[in-house]
């Protein structure tokens, strides 16, 4: 009985001051609102720099020699065995609903020359249909094809590096590498497609051949330097890794592959994404600090107008515990209403951007970099339920913290006191 | 049965001092007095005589320093704050000079207020609000908040609100300090009314002569201490 007596009083109380019960609701849906517009925002922008990232790089999940990716040196390379172990795994049943696109490559480092000069690249061997679903690089073309599953010589090659060796479209070139022989290879290719990426380092650097051209002229067979895999959302990274680690163990305990997650391959987009997080983190906390004092103003100045209410209360009855119940429950009404609305607000603002995006090309240059990974001018937000859920709780817990105070202090009047208390 | 039991309040050697930073006041000096069910008394005496601290320990709305108090047959003296809590809201009626009515209630749901605590069921709340209500002349206001009601009107609801729990005692603390003449000749014959009629326990802590002829019982207090205390026809 008593609790439905304090709920009603502390409703009746919010709507007695309702011009500030107002403005501090609002303060709380703003800030709520904004919260879970900023954290989709920054979620999104993550998950593009992460997509990026990894389709350029090595995939959410790769497995590759243990030491390949210290020394990039073909003799680390993957056997065709466990190449085969891996690409039948992913296309189990229990993990092909997780897989988006699977691409075994054999990357290299070598030395491309042309009559204009010779310039130091990253050749990378690929299957066309895989990398196209792998990587965004056949969406990248601004000049001839993407490559083919029947090409043979055929080379798909960065701007910067047709500059620097004054390639034009159908030029030959002629790329030299270490093959499996530890003999210095070389291999003779036509350029039948030029791509632009928008990273410096990629356009100057990387060639893109058929996998089969790379394995022929190395001397590999079936074996890769490493097989990529997409997922299809991005927080089941961990459970595929752990998934794959735990099938391959006995490839990994031998020493013949080795299973990383993007976090581990990437470590300077990871510390990017954690770098953005921690800015965006302490912006939130200040904003919510400044708003939780908002609250505790509010409930403060009700609760010190109210001194003699508190002491009448108690007089008629009241534990001195119900009487900070009342306090309590007005902050926690307050908030939970505003959160409630400030989730909707933040909902509804958000989804205003989730089809085009929200482009910040206006402010950004077209060809921004970080960490390796070409920035998208649009940013797509990225709903997610745990962060509504998080946003929520969060709102909460602060009104709740800012109630107490003004709670303390309407349960320890002294009745004698608060009768003398002129409003 | 002894006394205790019997009567509605009784002090015995009550001292109440207060620490006002390095100094201390005696309020309340060595007090024992026992009021019976069914009295209609009047605690009297000039600004600073202690009828008012002496009114809130017997309500234990402040403890004692020394001494004991015992209301309706308990001692309040060394009651946890829950246990003072329930025999406040069973026990004991309170009216206010500042009638002190919660501001976000209507008048009725203000008189209902002690009785909703006690887990008085709808219908009887209702009921013996109402009955009261007419009593006292309040029929038709029972959906007005305070701020709508008189001065008057509102001591009238705090006096209801006091009764309807029906409490072996009715503590009223200058009741009627900030009403016109005609409005506390009114209250007083409402409160002397119900004392009759239903037997309720008055005291009052005042110093409106026209209390102290109304009442039954005068005790005047000086200086924190009992100075007379007689009975009057």
Not at chain 1, 103 to 128: D, E
Not at chain 1, 298 to 306: E, N, P, Q
């Amino acid at each position: 009985m008593h609790i439905r007596v304090i709920i009603r009083l502390a409703l009746r109380n919010l709507r007695r001051q309702l011009r500030r019960t107002v403005l501090t609701a609002s303060s709380m849906i703003v800030g709520g609102g904004l919260l879970i517009f900023t954290y989709a925002l920054g979620d999104g922008s993550h998950e593009n720099w992460i997509d990026a990232g990894v389709r350029t790089g090595s995939g959410h999940v790769t497995v590759e020699g243990p030491e390949f990716r210290f020394t990039k040196r073909i003799e680390d390379r993957l056997s065709t065995n466990v190449r085969g172990e891996v690409e039948q795994l992913l296309a189990s049943p229990e993990m092909a609903s997780q897989v988006l696109a699977v691409s075994a490559r054999l990357t290299i480092s070598g030395l491309a020359s042309s009559p204009a000069g010779a310039r130091p690249v990253q050749i990378m061997g690929v299957q066309p249909i895989d990398e196209a679903s792998f990587s965004s690089f056949d969406e990248q073309l601004v000049e001839g094809r993407y490559l083919e599953d029947g090409d043979d010589l055929a080379a798909y090659v960065g701007v910067g590096l047709m500059d620097s060796l004054d390639l034009r479209l159908g030029s030959r070139l002629v790329v030299q590498a270490q093959d499996a022989e530890q003999e210095i290879a070389a291999q003779l290719l036509r350029v039948v497609g030029v791509f632009r990426s928008g990273i410096p380092q990629v356009d100057q650097s990387v060639i893109q051949i058929p996998l089969h051209l790379g394995s022929e002229w190395l001397g590999v067979g079936g074996d890769v330097t490493n097989v990529g895999v997409v997922v299809t959302d991005s927080d089941t990274v961990a459970g595929v890794a752990a998934r794959l680690d735990s099938e391959l163990a006995d490839f990994v305990s031998r020493g013949d592959a080795y299973v990383m997650d993007w976090r581990e391959s990437t470590p300077a987009l990871a510390s990017a994404v954690a770098l953005d997080e921690f800015g965006n983190h302490l912006v939130w906390g200040v904003l919510f600090i400044i708003i939780a004092f908002g609250i505790m103003n509010t409930v403060l100045m009700s609760t010190l107008h109210r001194y003699r209410e508190f002491g009448v209360l108690q007089a008629l009855g009241l534990t001195p515990g119900q009487t900070g119940a009342i306090v309590l429950a007005e902050g926690l009404t307050l908030t939970a209403v505003s959160g409630f609305l400030g989730v909707g607000l933040g909902l509804w603002s958000t989804w205003y951007f989730v089809g085009d995006g929200l482009d910040v090309s206006g402010m950004i240059s077209e060809d921004m970099t970080f960490s390796g990974v070409l920035i998208d001018p649009v940013i797509v937000p990225l709903f997610r339920l745990a962060r509504l859920a998080q946003v929520f709780v969060f709102i909460l817990a602060i009104g709740a913290l800012a109630s107490v105070y003004p709670a303390v202090r309407a349960a320890r009047i002294d009745m004698a006191e608060a009768m003398k208390f002129e409003r | 049965m002894n006394q205790v039991e019997t009567a509605a309040v009784r002090t015995e050697g009550v001292w109440k001092i207060f620490q006002q930073e390095a100094e201390e006041v005696t309020a309340v000096r060595d007090v024992s007095l026992t009021i019976d069910r069914g009295e209609f008394t009047a605690l009297a005496g000039p600004s600073g005589s202690g009828k008012t601290t002496l009114l809130n320990t017997i309500g234990g709305l402040t403890r004692v320093t020394r001494g004991n108090v015992w209301v309706a047959g308990q001692n309040v003296t060394d009651m946890s704050n829950q246990a003072l809590a329930q025999l406040r809201l069973n026990e004991i009626g309170f009216i206010f000079q500042a009638y002190n009515l919660l501001p976000v209630l209507s008048a009725m749901e203000n008189a209902e207020f002690p009785m909703l605590l006690q887990g008085v069921d709808a219908a009887d709340r209702r009921a013996r609000v109402r009955e009261l209500f007419e009593r006292t002349g309040m029929s038709g206001l029972e959906d007005r908040r305070p701020g709508k009601l008189s001065g008057g009107q509102q001591q009238r609801v705090a006096v209801v609100r006091a009764v309807a729990s029906r409490p072996a005692l009715v503590l009223a603390d200058e009741p009627t300090a900030n009403l016109d003449s005609a409005s506390s000749e009114a209250l007083l014959g409402m409160m002397a009314e119900l004392n009759r009629d239903l037997g309720v326990t008055f005291v009052f802590a005042t110093h409106d002569e026209h209390v102290m002829e109304r009442s039954k019982r005068l005790v005047r207090m000086v200086d924190g201490r009992i100075d007379s205390d007689e009975l009057r026809t």
